[in-house]
């Protein structure tokens, strides 16, 4: 039988009509079956029914009082559970407790595995005679406050009873006249051994016990009740499936409970108060706090910059970068409502996540021009910003690409936002390639091999389908991998074109060469050949950051973070030519401030991008890479002379400018009018070239301009910063969500993809998450 | 206005009667489907579509909108059926007429044709359950070999290997069957 004819001829059989009278009865059962189910169950929804924390603790009581065998009736059991009340007796818990009573007269015990539970928590019902005063003083107090706050939030609540389910109340009397044979004889044994106050609370509670204190009386029973167990437990097991029959019994009238037996201003509940459950607590789950569970994640620790004295270090000097990782991970943990670990945050990649506006000039000439503007800090009263903003150019003549895919392939991969993710991301990517482009892809387990050999991105089927057969499974032999990676690049290298390894993994390496230094000492000898790496990151619980941040700052690459298929559209295709086209590499900036304007200043952010002053002029000395339309920005907080400082002047070593000012800053002082805050210096390298190119501009007081003067771009750049600092838990920066909120509302402009709304939300969510410790 | 299933659905677990009742209206006919290709008579197959729906009442609430909801279905059918025919056995008569009234769903014009869908039909109905069950959805509802892996819980690899078993199967009848009538 061939492939096709079985295909062919079971799709052309029809099957027979199902009778019309078949149909109708089966939709009649399956009514039946979901009344009964939904009837079985509470109203409320699956969510509701998930058990608080609380819940959790007195049901494992109540276990294991049963366990212990010695609960004789459900006195004792009410005796126990009152006293737990009374022991944390906030109104809090009182509402859970009621609200469970509720529920476990309703829900199908079985259903919450609590055999026998249920019949001793309606025995618990009964015997509110035997509850002291005083606690019958403090619930109905608490009934009222309770009932108060249900009255305030505008929904009908279940008073709080004692008695917990009415129907349960209703049976009392009955089942006590039954089984009160049965405990009076069990009672005269057990009676010399027992203490009086604990026996007093065993039998039915029509007998008041005078002054047996609730806390006392579960102890006291508990030791006496041990000996017994045995023959009391036999008892109750009798007991239970008949009150539990009892309890059950719908029809059981609702009897008003003698009048003693009814607190002062309660009223017994009605059937139609049932139907209504009280509203229910927002489940109290504990929140995962996923980095000290699961959380194997690994950040790069450092501190963030501190201010410097300009007499001291007038120079700041640091390399740009592009990536944008630490914003995605940021959200990722935000959104599931945690804060994300101090060492996630690297400022300037949170800033630099959004595309901004800034002048670009025209292709052919330098690649990006700095865009810079002086305005008040709203962070320190007296204090100025200095936005130093830079955008490359975009591409108009893409060069040929060649593409190797290095993809991780190993275990750790297996998850759904990580290989899945991966595949359908390289998939986006694909579609924003030239036609005669080359792809070649390497993965990488326990060991690393060549999955597809150079390739014409036209041929899509050919590549889809290497893609699709991708299996995650095995260790990680990482550098293996980018071993084979770089050699196949090189042997396909085009000149004049780009080349360039895309890394996609989580970064968990564990076979082969996992120390990241030497790690890094192999691509740094990789990069002066002239292929370029772009590190993608995935998944979380066991991200290595630490070493994604290596590889692509070693190996001249950016890194990205892919959390979701909206973050791999917006790296992979929307920004897909940043992503692929370097247009400057090793791009430093290097800022002198004048000490005649400026007494401090902070690097906002880069504090793992900073350079040496030295480096600055040393073209050996690797940087950060600008690729076509990327865009960079750097924030100063500065303390122009006259403000309050934060750093004192030194008493023995008098400030060298103040004695005696330098004759350069004389001549800026008459040329400029004295007015320049700094001079900027940026130094590039177009990509094939090994010798860098000088950019200066001084920053002057005629850059100064009003906050809200300034465009969509700056403000929001500054909302962001001042966000991403107070996630860091900056010193610096007073923790006003709401303010950040405010700017970046104002400053969202078009925002074309949504990203800036989204970034609202984000601190939105933090300002409701910022009560959690930060994880570690 | 039409919903769509899972508004349904999350309706029904809410406890809407009406969003429940629309939903099994709306699947009876593909879970009486599943059914009759599973067991190859009408009357089981009425039975199990019934229980079907039952069970899906029973366990509406569990339904976790991971998948389809007709991929849920599939597999609520499937194990309604093999539950059926264990409950059946267990009480004896473990014939089951089999494809007898294939006589009007086969749509080839000649009778000889007819025979032979017949025949092919017995071979299918003669696999084992799991092969069985893998060709119903495979072959005959033209299910991916992924979404069948869904269905019945296991990898995309055991659907495929299972398909290749199968096919090799129903050859075999079938040339057993063509020598038969060759000799006879």
């Given at each position: 039988m061939d492939d096709r004819k079985l295909e062919d001829m079971l799709s052309h059989l029809k099957a027979p009509e199902p009778s019309k009278d078949a149909q109708n009865q089966a939709l009649e059962r399956a009514m039946a079956a979901f009344d009964e189910k939904m009837s079985k169950t509470t109203q409320a929804n699956p969510e509701t029914k998930r058990l608080t924390g609380i819940e959790n603790i007195l049901i494992h009581v109540r276990r294991k009082l049963m366990q212990k065998r010695f609960v004789i009736s459900g006195t004792t059991g009410a005796v126990a559970t009152c006293a737990l009340i009374a022991v944390l007796g906030t109104p809090f818990f009182y509402s859970q407790v009621s609200q469970l009573v509720v529920d476990d007269a309703r829900i199908d015990a079985a259903s919450l595995k609590l055999e026998g539970a249920s019949s001793l928590f309606t025995d618990d019902a009964s015997p509110q005679a035997s509850v002291d005063k005083d606690l019958r003083q403090r619930l109905e107090e608490q009934n009222a406050i309770a009932a108060e706050r249900a009255a305030q939030a505008g929904a009908s609540a279940m008073p709080l009873a004692i008695e917990g389910s009415p129907s349960a109340d209703a049976a009392a009397p009955k089942k006590s006249d039954d089984i009160r044979g049965r405990l009076e004889a069990q009672k005269m044994q057990s009676a010399e051994r027992a203490e009086p106050q604990g026996l007093a609370a065993m039998?039915?509670?029509?007998d008041n016990t005078a002054g047996a204190t609730m806390q006392v009386a579960p102890m006291m029973s508990m030791d006496a009740a041990a000996p017994k167990a045995k023959e009391e437990s036999k008892v109750m097991r009798e007991i239970a499936p008949m009150s539990e029959r009892v309890a059950r019994k719908p029809s059981a009238p609702l009897t008003p409970a003698p009048a003693s037996n009814v607190m002062p201003g309660f009223v017994a509940p009605t059937e139609a108060d049932m139907a209504v459950v009280s509203p229910v607590q927002p489940p109290v789950d504990v929140i995962q706090h996923q980095y000290q569970d699961v959380g194997r994640d690994q950040f790069q620790a450092f501190e963030e910059n501190s201010v410097k004295a300009v007499q001291a270090e007038p120079v700041s000097t640091f390399s740009i970068d592009v990536d944008t990782s630490s914003y995605s991970f940021v959200r990722r943990a935000l959104n599931s409502g945690v804060l994300p670990q101090k060492n996630a945050i690297r400022i300037e990649e949170m800033v630099n996540y959004f595309d901004y506006n800034y002048a670009v000039p025209e292709a052919g000439g330098d690649p990006f021009l700095p865009t810079v503007a002086v305005y008040d800090s709203p962070w320190r009263s007296g204090n100025k910003l200095i936005h130093i903003g830079v955008k490359g150019y975009e591409v108009q003549t893409k060069p040929k690409s060649n593409l190797v895919f290095l993809l991780d392939t190993s275990g750790s991969m297996h998850s759904q936002d990580k290989l899945p993710l991966l595949v359908n991301s390289f998939k986006m990517l694909l579609d924003t390639l030239s036609a005669d482009d080359t792809v070649s892809i390497v993965t990488y387990a326990g060991s690393s091999g060549v999955?597809?050999?150079?390739?014409?991105?036209?041929?899509k089927q050919k590549i889809f389908s290497v893609l699709d057969n991708l299996q995650a499974s095995g260790s990680t032999a990482g550098a293996e991998g980018i071993r084979q990676a770089y050699q196949l690049a090189e042997q396909n290298f085009v000149k004049d074109g780009n080349n360039r390894i895309i890394l996609a993994t989580d970064g968990d390496f564990n076979v082969g060469i996992t120390n990241q230094d030497e790690l890094k000492g192999f691509v740094e000898r990789k990069r002066k050949e002239g292929i370029f790496l772009s590190v993608l990151g995935f998944g979380q619980g066991n991200y290595n950051d630490h070493m994604m941040q290596t590889l692509a700052q070693n190996g001249n690459g950016t890194a990205a973070y892919i959390d979701s298929l909206n973050e791999a559209r917006k790296v992979l295709v929307d920004e897909a030519s940043s992503m692929l086209f370097t247009i400057a590499k090793d791009v430093k900036l290097q800022v002198e401030f004048n000490p005649q304007t400026v007494q401090e200043y902070r690097l906002v952010g880069y504090e793992t991008r900073a350079l040496n002053r030295e480096d600055f002029n040393n073209d050996k000395v690797d940087a950060g890479d600008i690729g076509a339309g990327h865009t960079v920005t750097a924030i100063y907080e500065i303390t122009p002379v006259g403000a309050p400082p934060l750093v004192d002047d030194l008493r023995y070593q008098k400030p060298a400018a103040k004695a005696e000012p330098k004759p350069e800053a004389d001549l800026v002082k008459t040329a400029e009018g004295g007015d320049e805050y700094a001079f900027l210096k940026i130094r590039y390298k177009k990509p094939d070239s090994d010798t860098s190119t000088l950019m200066t501009r001084p920053i002057t007081k005629a850059d100064e301009k009003p906050f809200a003067s300034l465009s969509d771009d700056i403000r929001f750049a500054n909302a962001v910063a001042s966000f991403a600092q107070m996630l860091k838990g900056s010193k610096f920066v007073p923790a006003d969500y709401d303010a950040v909120i405010e700017t970046a509302n104002q400053a969202r402009g078009k925002d074309e993809f949504g990203y800036r709304t989204e970034f609202v939300n984000l601190v939105r969510l933090a300002k409701t998450a910022a009560g959690l410790q930060p994880l570690r | 206005m039409q919903q769509d299933d899972h508004t349904l659905v999350r309706n029904a677990q809410a406890g809407d009667r009406q969003a429940f009742a629309m939903l099994v209206e709306r699947h009876y006919g593909l879970m009486f489907k599943v059914a009759w290709q599973w067991c190859g008579n009408r009357d089981d197959a009425q039975d199990i579509a019934q229980e079907s729906a039952v069970k899906l009442a029973q366990n509406i609430r569990s339904f976790g909108f991971d998948a389809a909801f007709t991929t849920w279905l599939y597999r609520i059918v499937i194990n309604a059926a093999k539950d059926f025919y264990k409950a059946k056995n267990r009480h004896g008569s473990r014939e089951m007429p089999l494809f007898d009234d294939v006589e009007y769903i086969s749509a080839a014009p000649d009778p000889e044709k007819q025979l032979a869908d017949k025949d092919v039909l017995r071979a299918v109905a003669e696999l084992p359950e799991t092969l069985r069950e893998t060709v119903v959805l495979v072959c005959w509802h033209g299910m991916s070999h992924r979404e069948a892996g869904e269905v019945l819980d296991c990898p995309e690899g055991t659907i495929s290997w299972r398909i290749s078993e199968a096919r090799k199967k129903i050859a075999a009848a079938m040339d057993l069957k063509q020598k038969g009538k060759r000799h006879g």
């Amino acid at each position: 039988m061939d492939d096709r004819k079985l295909e062919d001829m079971l799709s052309h059989l029809k099957a027979p009509e199902p009778s019309k009278d078949a149909q109708n009865q089966a939709l009649e059962r399956a009514m039946a079956a979901f009344d009964e189910k939904m009837s079985k169950t509470t109203q409320a929804n699956p969510e509701t029914k998930r058990l608080t924390g609380i819940e959790n603790i007195l049901i494992h009581v109540r276990r294991k009082l049963m366990q212990k065998r010695f609960v004789i009736s459900g006195t004792t059991g009410a005796v126990a559970t009152c006293a737990l009340i009374a022991v944390l007796g906030t109104p809090f818990f009182y509402s859970q407790v009621s609200q469970l009573v509720v529920d476990d007269a309703r829900i199908d015990a079985a259903s919450l595995k609590l055999e026998g539970a249920s019949s001793l928590f309606t025995d618990d019902a009964s015997p509110q005679a035997s509850v002291d005063k005083d606690l019958r003083q403090r619930l109905e107090e608490q009934n009222a406050i309770a009932a108060e706050r249900a009255a305030q939030a505008g929904a009908s609540a279940m008073p709080l009873a004692i008695e917990g389910s009415p129907s349960a109340d209703a049976a009392a009397p009955k089942k006590s006249d039954d089984i009160r044979g049965r405990l009076e004889a069990q009672k005269m044994q057990s009676a010399e051994r027992a203490e009086p106050q604990g026996l007093a609370a065993m039998p039915m509670g029509a007998d008041n016990t005078a002054g047996a204190t609730m806390q006392v009386a579960p102890m006291m029973s508990m030791d006496a009740a041990a000996p017994k167990a045995k023959e009391e437990s036999k008892v109750m097991r009798e007991i239970a499936p008949m009150s539990e029959r009892v309890a059950r019994k719908p029809s059981a009238p609702l009897t008003p409970a003698p009048a003693s037996n009814v607190m002062p201003g309660f009223v017994a509940p009605t059937e139609a108060d049932m139907a209504v459950v009280s509203p229910v607590q927002p489940p109290v789950d504990v929140i995962q706090h996923q980095y000290q569970d699961v959380g194997r994640d690994q950040f790069q620790a450092f501190e963030e910059n501190s201010v410097k004295a300009v007499q001291a270090e007038p120079v700041s000097t640091f390399s740009i970068d592009v990536d944008t990782s630490s914003y995605s991970f940021v959200r990722r943990a935000l959104n599931s409502g945690v804060l994300p670990q101090k060492n996630a945050i690297r400022i300037e990649e949170m800033v630099n996540y959004f595309d901004y506006n800034y002048a670009v000039p025209e292709a052919g000439g330098d690649p990006f021009l700095p865009t810079v503007a002086v305005y008040d800090s709203p962070w320190r009263s007296g204090n100025k910003l200095i936005h130093i903003g830079v955008k490359g150019y975009e591409v108009q003549t893409k060069p040929k690409s060649n593409l190797v895919f290095l993809l991780d392939t190993s275990g750790s991969m297996h998850s759904q936002d990580k290989l899945p993710l991966l595949v359908n991301s390289f998939k986006m990517l694909l579609d924003t390639l030239s036609a005669d482009d080359t792809v070649s892809i390497v993965t990488y387990a326990g060991s690393s091999g060549v999955a597809l050999a150079p390739t014409k991105a036209s041929d899509k089927q050919k590549i889809f389908s290497v893609l699709d057969n991708l299996q995650a499974s095995g260790s990680t032999a990482g550098a293996e991998g980018i071993r084979q990676a770089y050699q196949l690049a090189e042997q396909n290298f085009v000149k004049d074109g780009n080349n360039r390894i895309i890394l996609a993994t989580d970064g968990d390496f564990n076979v082969g060469i996992t120390n990241q230094d030497e790690l890094k000492g192999f691509v740094e000898r990789k990069r002066k050949e002239g292929i370029f790496l772009s590190v993608l990151g995935f998944g979380q619980g066991n991200y290595n950051d630490h070493m994604m941040q290596t590889l692509a700052q070693n190996g001249n690459g950016t890194a990205a973070y892919i959390d979701s298929l909206n973050e791999a559209r917006k790296v992979l295709v929307d920004e897909a030519s940043s992503m692929l086209f370097t247009i400057a590499k090793d791009v430093k900036l290097q800022v002198e401030f004048n000490p005649q304007t400026v007494q401090e200043y902070r690097l906002v952010g880069y504090e793992t991008r900073a350079l040496n002053r030295e480096d600055f002029n040393n073209d050996k000395v690797d940087a950060g890479d600008i690729g076509a339309g990327h865009t960079v920005t750097a924030i100063y907080e500065i303390t122009p002379v006259g403000a309050p400082p934060l750093v004192d002047d030194l008493r023995y070593q008098k400030p060298a400018a103040k004695a005696e000012p330098k004759p350069e800053a004389d001549l800026v002082k008459t040329a400029e009018g004295g007015d320049e805050y700094a001079f900027l210096k940026i130094r590039y390298k177009k990509p094939d070239s090994d010798t860098s190119t000088l950019m200066t501009r001084p920053i002057t007081k005629a850059d100064e301009k009003p906050f809200a003067s300034l465009s969509d771009d700056i403000r929001f750049a500054n909302a962001v910063a001042s966000f991403a600092q107070m996630l860091k838990g900056s010193k610096f920066v007073p923790a006003d969500y709401d303010a950040v909120i405010e700017t970046a509302n104002q400053a969202r402009g078009k925002d074309e993809f949504g990203y800036r709304t989204e970034f609202v939300n984000l601190v939105r969510l933090a300002k409701t998450a910022a009560g959690l410790q930060p994880l570690r | 206005m039409q919903q769509d299933d899972h508004t349904l659905v999350r309706n029904a677990q809410a406890g809407d009667r009406q969003a429940f009742a629309m939903l099994v209206e709306r699947h009876y006919g593909l879970m009486f489907k599943v059914a009759w290709q599973w067991c190859g008579n009408r009357d089981d197959a009425q039975d199990i579509a019934q229980e079907s729906a039952v069970k899906l009442a029973q366990n509406i609430r569990s339904f976790g909108f991971d998948a389809a909801f007709t991929t849920w279905l599939y597999r609520i059918v499937i194990n309604a059926a093999k539950d059926f025919y264990k409950a059946k056995n267990r009480h004896g008569s473990r014939e089951m007429p089999l494809f007898d009234d294939v006589e009007y769903i086969s749509a080839a014009p000649d009778p000889e044709k007819q025979l032979a869908d017949k025949d092919v039909l017995r071979a299918v109905a003669e696999l084992p359950e799991t092969l069985r069950e893998t060709v119903v959805l495979v072959c005959w509802h033209g299910m991916s070999h992924r979404e069948a892996g869904e269905v019945l819980d296991c990898p995309e690899g055991t659907i495929s290997w299972r398909i290749s078993e199968a096919r090799k199967k129903i050859a075999a009848a079938m040339d057993l069957k063509q020598k038969g009538k060759r000799h006879g």
